[in-house]
């Protein structure tokens, strides 16, 4: 079992920047692969980026590849998602999600663990 809790979310303008953290409960966050999900009003909640158990292995997708940035600290169990150039189109709540899997399932119903998600809304 892990709970998750996202942060970082918020209001900002084109071209600004955001980071995204979600925290973790228990002690083997290192055996998840964790992955950020996003949903915008009246879309399917779609993969954004993944990361492998040792973060070795991240995945973008095209929609964010060169302006999101994937990483984690299992230190302190901990995923972030760093956001730049952020787009009107990038407005969605999102979630992170956690799977043991080491092939990544692209649909969210493949997923037991969620956050709560965070609201992020860029302005044109």
């Known amino acids: 079992q892990v709970q998750l809790v996202e942060s970082g979310g918020g209001l900002v303008q084109a071209g600004g920047s955001l980071r995204l953290s979600c925290v973790a409960s228990?002690?083997?966050?290192?055996?998840?692969?964790m992955v950020w999900f996003r949903q915008a009003p009246g879309k399917e909640r779609e993969l954004v980026a993944t990361i492998s158990q040792s973060g070795g292995n991240t995945y973008y997708a095209d929609s964010v590849k060169g302006r999101f940035t994937i990483s984690r600290d299992n230190v302190v169990n901990t995923v972030y998602l760093q956001m730049n150039s952020l787009k009107p189109e990038d407005t969605a709540v999102y979630y992170c999600?956690?799977?043991?899997?080491?092939?990544?399932?692209?649909?969210?119903?493949?997923?037991?663990?969620w956050g709560q998600g965070t609201q992020v809304t860029v302005s044109s």
């Open positions: 999600a956690a799977t043991p899997r080491v092939v990544v399932p692209a649909t969210p119903k493949e997923y037991n663990y």
């Open positions: 228990g002690r083997t966050f290192s055996r998840y692969t």
